[in-house]
């Protein structure tokens, strides 16, 4: 269910995402050291590159595309793009489904004896959400447009988060490096092996 | 004598303050100065943290613990909340 505009003065939208790239740029320097980049910034439309910096060669994990229209009267539109062409990715394309731990479950073992601890399962829980693999996937966290815009999040409008600064710039960069680029500490290998022949140790005479 | 305290510069999801604080306290108080001189005073400071070099910081510690040095940035934003299963 899209999320009405309420007639928004287009003025204050593009004074709020003016603020909002404004203040990026004053810690661009240190934004740049975490691995994120403003690649583009043109009212409504802003778009910032992530990169993993703590693998060798640093990884340009995601873009995350901006839509700021009718900015606060609705919430930003965030998705996972492309970093080169702002693609928005489908949900098997996706470089990360920013997981996160949240909590633990005791795992019931059958004939345990008394005393013994149970093993415990580590719950994750993907903040990136979609129906099905070729489905473009949503941030699911408040101050999205997506998220409040979903029916199973009507209970938790906007309203309720709009004056914290939910859906400011830095704000959602913030959970997307830390539960997306930031936990990121090498790459997985893939090795495609085929027998190219036999060895032998010598050659005889 | 010299001031006791030290100055902190707080970035509240993106919007940077300075905040000076003793020490000796607990970083929570860092947090709540710095939601009140932003004026972001519409969510709890529990519902909030601090993140320094990738880390995020147990408020209930000691300001001295860390160890801050003089220019540290400390970014302070809201935390994800329990998402919906989608």
């Keep these: 269910m899209a999320l009405a505009s309420r007639g928004t003065d287009q003025r204050v939208s593009k004074r709020k995402f003016a603020r909002e790239i404004r203040e990026f740029r004053r810690l661009a320097g240190t934004y ?135 859906g400011r710039l830095v704000r959602l960069l913030e959970i997307i490096d830390r539960y997306g680029t930031a936990p990121i500490t090498g790459y997985n290998l893939q090795l495609d092996v085929k027998i190219a022949g036999y060895s032998q140790q010598v050659v005889p005479e | 004598m010299p001031d006791p305290q030290i100055e902190l510069t707080i970035v509240v999801n993106g919007q940077p303050t300075q905040v000076r604080a003793n020490p000796h306290a607990p970083l929570l108080t860092v947090i709540e100065k710095a939601l009140a001189q932003t004026q972001n005073t519409g969510q709890p400071a529990s519902n909030w943290e601090l993140n320094y070099g990738g880390n995020v910081l147990d408020p209930k510690q000691k300001i001295e613990s860390f160890n801050f040095p003089a220019a540290a940035t400390i970014f302070l934003n809201l935390k994800a909340g329990i998402g919906g299963a989608g």
């Design chain 1, 32 to 166: 740049r050291e975490r691995g994120w980049y403003l690649a583009e910034a043109t009212f409504p439309i802003a778009v910032v590159v992530m990169a993993a910096k703590n693998v060798k060669p640093p990884a340009l994990v995601m873009g995350i595309r901006f839509d700021y229209t009718d900015y606060d009267s609705i919430p930003p539109s965030v998705q996972l793009v492309d970093p080169f062409t702002s693609e928005p990715y489908h949900a098997n394309d996706l470089p990360t489904q920013l997981k996160r731990s949240v909590g633990t479950t005791n795992v019931q073992v059958l004939g345990l004896p008394d005393g013994v601890a149970l093993p415990q399962l580590v719950q994750h829980q993907p903040l990136m959400q979609a129906y099905g693999d070729s489905d473009t996937p949503f941030l699911c966290l408040a101050g999205v447009r997506e998220y409040h815009e979903h029916p199973g999040h009507s209970g938790d409008a906007w309203e309720l988060h709009r004056a914290s600064g939910a």
